[in-house]
């Protein structure tokens, strides 16, 4: 799987737990790049009836194959998500140091989902991961 860790860290901000999905290299081929890996954990994932403002409404943070390599305009990520304003998928991408700084945790992908008591961070180093406050 080149280009990828063929990892998705799932975090569970209700009970703060976090763990780690392999990701299937036919998956990976599939639905190539961070936008389709999200978008379709976004619609098998959620209950296309949630509310957007809800703990069931995923919010996720993908890569792509080319993030973090000198390919013209590859240092990208995309967030996706159910929109509060129209209720149905949304999504964003955005480039700097950060989706560099992501793919070089180890994962491609991170998925939030619940919600959490206070303001916490996530926390990543090496093997370590951990929800901070």
């Known amino acids: 799987m080149d280009g990828w860790y063929g990892k998705i860290l799932r975090v569970n901000l209700t009970d703060g737990t976090t763990s780690v999905e392999t990701v299937d290299p036919q998956f990976a081929k599939d639905y190539i790049g961070g936008r389709g890996w999200a978008i379709k954990y976004l619609m098998d994932g959620m209950d296309p009836k949630a509310d957007a403002l809800s703990p069931e409404n995923l ?4 890569t792509g194959p080319l993030t973090g390599s000198p390919a013209p305009t590859g ?20 480039g700097g140091d950060f ?14 989902e619940g919600r959490a008591e206070k303001p916490v961070y996530l926390w990543i ?4 991961v951990e929800i901070r406050s």
């Not at 919010?59 to 993908?62: E, G, H, Q, S, V």
């Open 59 to 62: 919010l996720i943070f993908a």
């Open 99 to 112: 989706p560099t700084w992501m793919k070089r945790t180890g994962f491609d992908m991170f998925i939030f």
């Open 75 to 94: 240092n990208r990520y995309m967030v996706v998500t159910k929109s509060p304003l129209t209720g149905v998928l949304t999504n964003s991408n955005s």
């Open 125 to 128: 180093n090496d093997d370590q």
